[in-house]
């Protein structure tokens, strides 16, 4: 939907991860997006992947009640929807520009 982005991040390397560098991006992303007119930010990290979790709940993004027709158009539903994580769920979560 208009002024909505979903977003994913992978580390160059298992190396960096753990240090801060991903929220810190996050957060930084984040700030480049609402300056940008996007309102809403939504990410899907697989529940079993706790650093994900972790790091995207310090950039501020909330967990949320998955409802995909207020973020995704009707006809891109059916290919989005399910997400990324074939072989669990995912945690759906959002960060809005207040
Ligand atoms: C997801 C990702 C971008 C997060 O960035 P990051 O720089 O690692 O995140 P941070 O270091 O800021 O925070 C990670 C948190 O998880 C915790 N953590 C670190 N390693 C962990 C592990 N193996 N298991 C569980 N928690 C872990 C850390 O302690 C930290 O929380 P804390 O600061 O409260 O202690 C990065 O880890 C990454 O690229 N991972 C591989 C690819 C991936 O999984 N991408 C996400 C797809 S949705």
């Known amino acids: ?37 996007f309102h809403t930010l939504i990410i899907r990290p697989c529940a079993k992947n706790i650093r994900a979790v972790n790091s995207y709940k310090k950039a501020g993004f909330v967990e949320s009640v998955f409802e995909p027709e207020k973020y995704y158009k009707k006809e891109y539903i059916d290919k989005y929807a399910p997400g990324d994580c074939k072989d669990g769920e995912d945690i759906f979560m959002v960060l809005k520009n207040i």
Do not use: P, Q, V
Request: no cysteine.
């Open 1 to 37: 939907m208009n002024g909505i982005a979903e977003l994913d991040i992978w580390l160059k390397s298992l190396n960096y991860t753990g240090k801060g560098y991903g929220t810190s991006a996050l957060k930084n992303l984040s700030e480049k997006l609402f300056n940008e007119g």
